[in-house]
């Protein structure tokens, strides 16, 4: 939402004309999911109109994207080998020979060709439940090797893609899972487990699975919660998971119990998943779920547990992205590096803390005197402006070009409204690149003379290439273009003739 509003304000800044176009209103909703009923009304309080057509084509147009790249063109399977049993071994092993059994071409708009493999037996791990599939390779006798570049399974077959097909394939194989990717997945899926265990131990019971996402980068865990994690329940579940971890947990697994037995010794049952008869436990600890993907021998292995985000995903459903093992210490590099240059630029102090806390003292200070000075200063000018007030038609107008803030022109308005009757007043201001436009007029004159100050500052905007608006009585407009404020200030006396 912070994202958008800021994209938003961009827009309307850049926007000549009172319509925004579709296309941009769509981008707020495809990138960063801004509500288009949200978008209207912002666009509604500010003036603008919003080009209803043009969102519904951008719409039509994602959707139909999203066609083209689900199309797949399948050919007829090429059978090698009548085996209908294809066994994974790949809880026990990383590699084996294998041959293949059948393949096929598949082509899609995204990924062009590809080759689908099935093998008699396989040590890759097929997508599933929430574990990403395995990645590694195929080598020949002549020692080619043919790369696995995803593993899924489909009509209970585990497909093994390729982007090409050996020159002889009814030889013998060497499978091979890539281990460091394998070894990574396995740690943030172990991690999953723990962290399922410390949200229920550190928020209670109602925290319910609702889905996960496990690759060798990282994790995502979404769960039941009615509220935002704070700081302080963010570090108790990070303390109790490393606990885990520290505690160096033995895999302990049974891989074909009756579902009965499982549910009766505790095991927790992920979301949307379906299960069989027969079942696969995965415990460490006290921690024991319903599970068939690949894990770590022991939690020790995990090495360190580390929370990057939390965030709401839908209605009472939370979700939180972590990482583990190589990526925390990458991360924790990155940190390192950047604790460098903070120190670096504070001139290497022995209490970075301390000194952090000290600038922040002084800056607090500082914008204190700050304040008082543009009090001072609005104090002195509004002096001078009450001896420079002139009368057009009973109104009582006042123009200036000032070198000061947003808020302490606001001050400086309702100031002179305390001492002017009638008041009509403008300011222009130039801070840090930026024009700003103030318009102050009293509430009597915007009932007896139909003045509105967030049509006029929208209209004057202009000249400042930006826009604005506000309350009928105040209102304010920002634009790129100071030079544009002194053509707007004297445009502004046309509203009284």
Request: aromatic share 8%.
């Amino acid at each position: 939402m912070d994202q958008g509003l800021v994209l938003l304000d961009n827009i309307i800044n850049n926007t000549k004309g009172k319509t925004i176009s579709g296309a941009k209103g769509f981008e707020l909703y495809d990138t960063f999911g801004f509500p288009k009923d949200l978008t209207a009304l912002i666009l509604r309080e500010k003036g603008l109109d919003f080009e209803e057509e043009g969102f519904s084509i951008e719409m039509e147009k994602q959707k139909s994207r999203s066609r083209n790249a689900a199309n797949i063109d399948t050919s007829d399977w090429v059978i090698l080998l009548n085996d209908d049993t294809e066994e994974f071994i790949g809880y026990d092993y990383l590699e084996t020979n294998i041959k293949i059994s059948r393949y096929r071409k598949v082509t899609t708009k995204k990924d062009g060709e590809m080759y689908q493999m099935v093998f008699n037996l396989t040590p890759f791990y097929a997508e599933g439940g929430g574990q990403f599939g395995d990645k590694g390779y195929l080598e020949a006798t002549n020692g080619d090797v043919i790369y696995i570049l995803d593993t899924k399974k489909e009509n209970n077959l585990i497909l093994h893609y390729s982007k090409n097909l050996p020159e002889d394939p009814l030889q013998i194989f060497k499978a091979v899972v890539d281990k460091k990717n394998r070894f990574s997945t396995e740690c943030n899926h172990s991690a999953t487990h723990l962290l399922h265990q410390a949200l229920r131990k550190v928020l209670g019971d109602h925290v319910e699975q609702k889905g996960s996402a496990v690759y060798a980068k990282g994790l995502r865990f979404d769960f039941s919660h009615f509220s935002k994690l704070r700081e302080n329940e963010i570090m108790e579940v990070e303390t109790f998971v490393n606990a885990r971890i520290g505690e160096k947990l033995p895999l302990k697994e049974h891989r074909n119990i009756p579902i009965e037995e499982a549910q009766k010794e505790g095991a927790l049952m992920s979301f949307g998943e379906k299960y069989g008869d027969t079942v696969r436990t995965v415990k460490f600890g006290t921690s024991m779920e319903l599970c068939g993907g690949t894990h770590v021998k022991n939690t020790g292995d995990i090495w360190y547990f580390k929370i990057i985000s939390e965030s709401a995903i839908a209605a009472g459903i939370r979700r939180i992205e972590a990482i583990t093992n190589e990526g925390v210490k990458d991360y924790f590099i990155a940190q390192n590096k950047e604790l460098h240059k903070i120190k670096l630029s504070l001139k290497n102090p022995s209490n970075v803390l301390q000194t952090i806390d000290n600038l922040q003292n002084e800056n607090t200070k500082l914008k204190k005197e700050v304040e008082n000075l543009l009090k001072e200063k609005a104090g002195s000018l509004k002096d001078d402006l009450l001896k420079k007030v002139e009368s057009i038609n009973g109104i009582n107008f006042i123009s200036t070009q000032v070198k000061l803030d947003g808020g302490t022109i606001k001050t400086l308005a309702f100031d002179l409204a305390n001492k002017i009757d009638n008041l009509f007043f403008i300011a222009g201001s130039h801070v840090n690149d930026k024009a700003i436009l103030t318009v102050y007029i009293s509430k009597n004159l915007v009932e007896e003379r139909s003045l509105n100050a967030g049509n006029i500052v929208r209209e004057l905007g202009k000249y400042i290439q930006g826009g604005g608006g506000g309350q009928p009585f105040f209102a304010t407009a920002g634009g790129k273009n100071p030079g544009g404020i002194k053509e707007a200030l004297g445009k502004a006396k046309d509203y009284l003739k």
